[in-house]
């Protein structure tokens, strides 16, 4: 299955850096843990941060049931971008960043009952791998102050930069630096909450996401 | 001066969160390097990645000529995210994020001469700094193809979370770690590009930092 499948989702710039395959859609959401959630309100675009997950070919987003901008039946727009690196050219113009980012539109559904209880353990295990058999789960309360939106993916884009600056042939002998200034993310030393015993062990799921 | 002048940039949700005076807007700002444009197209939102540097309270973001999104007179709404830290708490619903987050709403302004090529040192410096002195700048065809909006910041919103989990106080003996897993960012070796000759030294301004 390829993207891209309408005109909105068409990459029209830098078109060398469009990923065609649904693969690596997958690989941007599934690598990644916040997505920003483009919606109109009163008229005027809003982009709120907010988490999410992916599941096959929807996407599940959360949020607070009091928030504006999940109360939308309208359209939204998805969009997930990592940045992987600053790119040092020769000129100015040709300065860029190596980044992957995937960009979805699409109408969401609000999902209850099975489907909302399904929906939370996927955002969860996502967010914290084990975290859905270790921690209390949702009761009736809490569920209804959260709301789960499914998105479909069928409406995506990704566009993906890697590698050198490309920069003019006339520039190449100039005595200006050129390449990659790589950025790492990465999880550091567990902070037990203060309120926890002393003696409670960081458990293997906390522990394992460390380098 | 205060943050959040009118009633969109008021924030509804997690009060608590909200950073009101303007130094916490600058910070997080200043820390990041890709904001989240948000514009309408078509009348659907469209998110799209995008750089950024801010000057004052002026808030500018480049992008091609070309680029759709770049078009608009219209209202447009910039967010800025930064992701710190997984927050694991006793029950599934307290589970969270530390996170950074700068909101900004209003109708750019398209730049041309002096200030366009000021705007632009100010980006390349924010995303690079030191190449406005090192690289070679712009010329008249490569100035034509990129288009420098201003953007004031005048209504902009910051939430920030840091710190623990808030747990229920009847979860707190629960059999179940609580604490935060921060996140780190980091520039790592810089990588010369494969057109560069082998002896070019790694200039100050690049190695400088790396931690």
């Known amino acids: 299955m390829t ?3 309408t005109d909105r989702s068409t990459i029209r710039r830098a078109k060398e850096r469009a990923a065609t395959d649904r693969s690596a859609l997958y690989e941007v959401l599934d690598r990644n843990l916040v997505c920003h959630l483009g919606v109109i309100v009163d008229g005027a675009p809003r982009v709120l941060p907010t988490g999410y997950a992916r599941e096959g070919d929807t996407l599940y987003i959360h949020g607070s049931s009091g928030a504006r901008s999940l109360r939308t039946g309208d359209q939204v727009c998805v969009t997930v971008t990592e940045l992987n690196g600053i790119v040092y050219a020769r000129s100015v113009f040709h300065f860029s960043v190596n980044y992957a980012s995937a960009v979805i539109h699409g109408v969401p559904e609000t999902l209850a009952g099975q489907r909302k209880l ?3 353990r996927v955002l969860t295990e996502h967010l914290a791998p084990g975290s859905w058999e270790h ?5 009736k309360k809490e569920l209804a102050q959260t709301t789960v939106l499914a998105l479909s993916l069928e409406e995506a884009a990704v566009k ?4 050198d600056p490309k920069d003019e042939d006339a520039d190449l002998e100039l005595p200006t630096w050129a390449g990659v200034l790589p ?3 990465s999880f550091t030393k567990p902070a037990p909450s ?6 409670f062990p960081v458990p293997e799921h906390v522990h394992s996401r460390m380098l």
């Open 135 to 139: 921690a209390r789960r949702p009761n």
């Open 160 to 163: 993906i930069r890697t590698g």
């Open 118 to 120: 399904d929906a939370l």
């Open 183 to 185: 950025i790492a993310r």
């Open 3 to 5: 993207l891209s499948p």
């Open 194 to 199: 203060a309120d926890l015993h002393a003696d």
